[in-house]
């Protein structure tokens, strides 16, 4: 199929360049974009400097407060319709993130469904109240109430590209921000362009929402630029940690969501058959390349063996391939170096003793679903975020030891208990430092009406999503009203 025969994307109008209000070429250049499964070039788009980002953030505060003065009704009418763009060119949008994210049909088509529903519900942030009086402290009358930071810069990863940029851009824009975004270089497209596309059409005013594509240097320079309020990051613990500590001596605000090592835990009482397919879905989806998978799989040793041998069975029929294909269960993963980094986790498990009862070495830029048991703490399978599609297999012999195993991580992003006993699993589960916890599920679980986030080395306390963007993505004003001017001491 000829992903330039589509009319909605429109190649011809953004070749080259990037989203300044209106499509321009930049300053650093341009990228090609590559089809991880083959190395086909799919396009080629702006790239974005230091200066590029300046540029954006100028115009985009320029054009802020008479975004955030328009009224809410109105702002709410353009997310929408923004929404029910990204749905009616669903088919065709969805080929742009199969192809530049490797993604298989069916993700695809979940980052579609749920990037509308993230717009629809920010929508809704347009309308809401936004104040309370407060207590008189003398004859004033004395108000709250929310008002927007002024320019968001927004800066998401590679993985769920459409989502993880849209859940903060639609949130900011509206409750009256301008967005400045810099999604990663490797999927600018379906992190960028196709939300340009979509606001675009909807009736956006040039000037509030700027795009563009670039690397370091341009998310640094976005994380200092005097004209950006906040930063909301989507992407790694280390990332992060220079993200946080650029935005802190720049004074700004910074929402960070970063990594996770989420553990699944099956409790004794589970049904065997239930728990492998939660457990292969948590593990495998997207080639684990999520930060919610499930990166520990802890299984009571009295059923260990019974949900192990349906795991192996499961991942060792799982189709390996180019998801345009639409036989492949797991597609490419992203690039060359998280091939290397996956198989160097894998080796040192099984140096240390773990056993590779499936999978463990990959095929170019596909790695097949794999499962090792016996993983233990000091292996850095039990430590570190994979980011490839591996079960780490845990025993435990208790409640409380499994509890202990999966606290041991220093992220805290998601956590799953199975069991056929709710009492228990909760029990289990309330013990779990984690920032979502799903009970009789995987860990891999997010949407518009969640506040999503985590604790330790997953993020630093903010949350994304739900009853938490206002409280993100605004600040309070205290408002005094007297009436009339009264004199002092002096
Ligand atoms: P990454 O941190 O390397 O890149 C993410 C984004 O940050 C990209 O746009 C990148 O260009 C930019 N970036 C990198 N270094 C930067 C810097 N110094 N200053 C400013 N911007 C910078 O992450 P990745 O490896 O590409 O993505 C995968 C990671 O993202 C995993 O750790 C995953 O768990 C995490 N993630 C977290 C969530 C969440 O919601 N918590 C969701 C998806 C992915």
């Known amino acids: 199929m000829n992903i330039r025969t589509h009319t909605f994307i429109d190649a011809g109008r953004w070749t080259g360049r ?23 070039v799919l396009a080629s788009v702006g790239l974005g400097g230091p200066g590029d980002i300046a540029r954006a953030a100028a115009e985009a505060r320029a054009a802020q407060k008479a975004w955030a003065k328009m009224l809410g009704a109105e702002r709410a009418r353009i997310l929408n319709k923004a929404a029910d763009l990204l ?64 320019v968001v810069g927004v800066i998401s990863p590679f993985n769920f590209p459409l989502v993880l940029s849209v859940r903060s851009i639609a949130a900011a824009l509206a409750v009256g921000n301008a967005v400045v975004h810099k999604p990663d270089p490797r999927t600018p497209i379906s992190g960028g362009i196709i939300i340009a596309r979509i606001f675009e059409e909807a009736g956006l005013p040039a000037g509030i929402l700027q795009i563009v594509p670039g690397g370091a240097d341009a998310g640094e320079a976005l ?12 992407g790694s613990a280390r990332g992060g940690a220079k993200v946080g500590e650029i935005a802190g001596r720049n004074l700004k605000r910074v929402q960070l969501e970063l990594g996770g090592k989420n553990a699944l835990i099956i409790l004794e009482d589970a049904d065997p058959d239930v728990a492998a397919s939660n457990a292969a879905w948590g593990a495998f989806l997207h080639q684990g390349q999520i930060c919610m998978a499930t990166g520990l799989v802890l299984i009571d040793a009295k059923i260990e063996q019974a949900v192990t041998d349906r795991l192996v069975a499961k991942a060792a029929h799982l189709p390996v391939g180019d998801p345009s294909s639409y036989q ?3 597609g490419p993963i ?15 498990a099984v140096a240390k003793g773990a056993r ?24 850095l399978a039990f430590e570190e975020e994979i980011f490839g599609p591996v079960a780490c297999i845990v025993s435990f012999r208790s409640d409380e030891e499994a509890i202990a195993l999966a606290n041991r991580s220093d992220y805290g992003l998601a956590a799953g ?21 799903h009970i009789n599920d995987q860990t891999v679980n997010g949407g518009p009406y969640a506040p999503f986030g985590g604790r330790g080395k997953s993020g630093n306390g903010t949350r994304v999503g739900g009853p938490a963007d206002i409280e993100e993505f605004t600040q309070w004003q205290w408002v005094s009203v007297k009436n009339a001017a009264t004199p002092y001491p002096f």
């Open 328 to 330: 492949a269960a797991l």
């Open 223 to 234: 994380c200092s630029d005097p004209n950006v309020a906040m930063i909301s990051f989507t």
């Open 334 to 348: 992203i690039s060359d170096a998280q091939v290397t980094a996956i198989q160097a986790i894998v080796d040192d």
């Open 356 to 379: 590779l009862l499936t999978g463990g070495r990959s095929e170019g830029r596909f790695y097949p679903a794999t499962v090792l048991s016996g993983v233990k703490p000091g292996m």
């Open 87 to 150: 749905e009616a060119n669903g088919t065709e949008l969805a080929q742009w993130i199969m192809k530049e994210s490797g993604s298989i049909h069916q993700k695809a088509m979940i980052e579609i469904e749920h990037g509308a529903l993230f717009i629809r519900h920010a929508a809704t942030l347009a309308t809401a109240p936004s104040g309370m009086f407060l207590p008189g402290m003398d004859d004033r009358e004395n108000y709250a109430r929310r008002v927007p930071h002024g």
């Open 18 to 40: 990037a989203f300044f209000g209106s499509w321009e070429q930049t300053e650093a250049g341009t990228i090609n974009v590559t089809d991880p499964a083959n190395g086909t």
């Open 417 to 437: 208990v199975i069991s056929a006993d709710i009492g228990r699993a909760m029990a289990v589960g309330q013990e779990l430092e984690v920032g979502q916890l």
